[in-house]
Each structure stands twice: as structure tokens, then as C-alpha cells.
């Protein structure tokens, strides 16, 4: 089992910044890595990025791609997401999620096993 609770979510202008933390805790290095995911109003839920607990390989989502950054810290069991240059269009719920076996298929939602409660970011044009 593992637990997963995200948190630093608000709301900011367009342009802006917000830096989300993920902190794990269970039998989190069981499984590949951690990932973020989103789901914005009447969207679907979207892959964000993923990372590695052990080679640090990062995946991003192409919407994201030079302007999200994500990170680990394993002594921590924490997942950061620094977002910046932040647009309307990620407001959303951002959730982590882990329970991946291998770094296989990344960005496919249903691959993962465990999530957190969500985070809400909001970002005003």
C-alpha cells in the first residue's frame, strides 16, 4: 500500500508560478516512480509528468514541455511539480499517482494504482 498526499495548489494570474509537493509514504519504492496528472473542467484527465525514484528519468506532457519541472527528493519520499509561465488553461485538479511497475506507458492514467486527493489550481486570464 502506499499513501500519497498532495498539496500547494491556489491560484494565481496568467504568467504566474506554483509549486506543488507530493509526499509518499508506504512501500512507495515498490514502484517505478511517481507522476502528476490533471483534469481540467469538463476534460479529461491528462498526464503531466512523471519521474523515477532511482535514475531521475523525467516525462513530460507536450502542454507543459518547458514550462513544468519536475523533481524528487527520496530521503523525503516527496515529488515536486514547479510550474511557471502558468496558462488559464491548466486549471485543473492535479493529482499524484504512482503504482507503475516499470517506466512503460508513463502518460496512461489507468497503468497507475494509487492517487492522491487532488490539489485545485487555478489560474485567472
Known amino acids: 500500500q502506499v499513501q500519497l498526499a498532495e498539496s500547494g495548489g491556489g491560484s494565481v494570474p496568467a504568467g504566474g508560478s506554483l509549486r506543488l509537493s507530493c509526499a509518499a509514504s508506504?512501500?512507495?519504492?515498490?514502484?517505478?516512480?511517481l507522476a502528476w496528472f490533471r483534469q481540467g473542467p469538463g476534460k479529461e484527465t491528462e498526464f503531466v509528468a512523471a519521474i523515477g525514484w532511482n535514475n531521475g528519468d523525467r516525462y513530460y506532457g507536450d502542454s507543459v514541455k518547458g514550462r513544468f519541472t519536475i523533481s524528487r527528493d527520496k530521503g523525503q519520499r516527496t515529488v515536486d511539480l514547479q510550474m511557471t509561465n502558468l496558462k488559464p488553461e491548466d486549471t485543473g485538479v492535479y493529482y499524484c499517482t504512482t503504482g507503475l511497475a516499470l517506466p512503460f506507458d508513463v502518460w496512461e492514467a489507468d497503468k497507475y494504482e494509487y492517487w492522491g486527493q487532488g490539489t485545485q489550481v487555478t489560474v485567472s486570464s
Open positions: 508506504g512501500r512507495t519504492f515498490t514502484y517505478y516512480g
